[in-house]
């Protein structure tokens, strides 16, 4: 019967160090108690079988935990569970010559100071050259650097 507890704590303190390595890295809390688990294990198996059961208990311990390493960061379980999708958009693309300065347009959101505003029936991402400017104000293109437009109120 004190095998079976070895047993079970050798497997279970493996399952826990593979789920620290490989699902939740870096709380270190998983890892700890399935560090602990595993050296329980192969403490109950010296106390209760000898130094003999004890080394190979040991020996077979880390031989075990290295394959199941080995085998879960082989496995293409990894590779279907990622998101391996990438994000391509980009914020704004201005078009040359189709935002330049003086044009004129409307705060769809506040600006504090980025937002998006209206400009030639076009939604752009916007950064204001006063800190805030409230939504559905009327705003004026100051300045257009690359995709970046810098606007301001025409209220003042």
Partial sequence: MTWLIVLSLIIVGIIFLLLEILVVPGSTVVGLFGLGLVIGGIVVSFNHYGVEAGV????????????????????????????SSSIDGRVNVVEPDKVVKGDEGISITRLNPMGKAMIDEEYYEVKSKDNLIPENTPILVVKVEGNRIIVKSKEE
Avoid: D
Avoid at 59 to 83: C, E, P, Y
């Fill in 56 to 83: 190979f208990t040991l020996a077979g311990s880390l031989v075990v935990s290295l394959l199941g390493i080995g085998i879960a960061l082989r496995s293409n379980t990894w590779k279907k569970a990622m998101h």
